[in-house]
Nanobody
Framework: QVQLVESGGGLVQTGDSLRLSCAAS????????MGWFRQAPGKEREFVAA????????DYTDSVKGRFTMSRDNAKNTVYLQMNNLKPEDTAIYYC?????????????????WGQGTQVTVSS
């Protein structure tokens, strides 16, 4: 099990950027595939991005491709989500998730551990 703590959320305007961070506890962080999910008010939680164990493979939901970049620093036990050109529809609580098994995953049910979330609000 790994404990996850997200940070970096906030209130920004359309077109602005934010970088979310997710710090993980434990010495086995490099064994976890990591993902970012988000949940907007009244909507189900949805996949945003995922990264493999070494950080050289990522995937994104179509709505954020070209705007969001996920990365990881295994020496710091941290994953990041760089969000550029933010839009009002990006407003949501963003969650970091960890998956002990090999391979990117797109369903929330494939991840075992979750952070508490960080709020991102984009005003128009």
């Amino acid at each position: 099990q790994v404990q996850l703590v997200e940070s970096g959320g906030g209130l920004v305007q359309t077109g602005d950027s934010l970088r979310l961070s997710c710090a993980a506890s434990g010495r086995t962080f490099s064994r976890y595939v990591m993902g970012w999910f988000r949940q907007a008010p009244g909507k189900e939680r949805e996949f945003v991005a995922a990264i493999n164990l070494t950080g050289d493979s990522t995937d994104y939901t179509d709505s954020v491709k070209g705007r969001f970049t996920m990365s990881r620093d295994n020496a710091k036990n941290t994953v990041y989500l760089q969000m550029n050109n933010l839009k009002p529809e990006d407003t949501a609580i963003y969650y970091c998730a960890a998956r002990i098994r090999y391979g990117l995953a797109y369903s929330e049910y494939m991840y075992e551990d979750w952070g508490q979330g960080t709020q991102v609000t984009v005003s128009s």
